[in-house]
């Protein structure tokens, strides 16, 4: 079992930036590949980004490549969401997710482990 927490979200202005992290505790963390998703009102939940258990392999969508960068500090056991040049379309609930599997992917129902989210504003 592996229990995920997010923090850092909050409300930005467009343009600005936050970071988002998502400790992680319980069976190895090392090993899981990890991503993160996003719900905006009224919408399906869709990815956003992920990386494999050492993060050599990063996955985007493509509205966020270029402002966005997953990372991840093993040592920690926490990875990060880096959010640049934040649109108001970047508003939603975002979700850390971890796979028992060391292989990222874009797929939500792979995903195994779910924290309970944080929401991110981003202000026009």
Known sequence: QVQLVE???GL???GG???LSCAASGRIFSRNAMGWFRQAPGKERDFVAALNWSGGSLLYADSVKGRFTI???NAKNTVYLQ????KPEDT???YCA???STVAVNQEELYNYWGQGTQVTVSS
């Open 7 to 9: 923090a850092g979200g």
């Open 12 to 14: 930005v202005q467009a």
């Open 17 to 19: 930036s936050l970071r």
């Open 71 to 73: 990372s991840r500090d």
């Open 83 to 86: 959010m640049n040049s934040l």
């Open 92 to 94: 939603a609930v975002y």
């Open 98 to 100: 971890a796979r028992r």
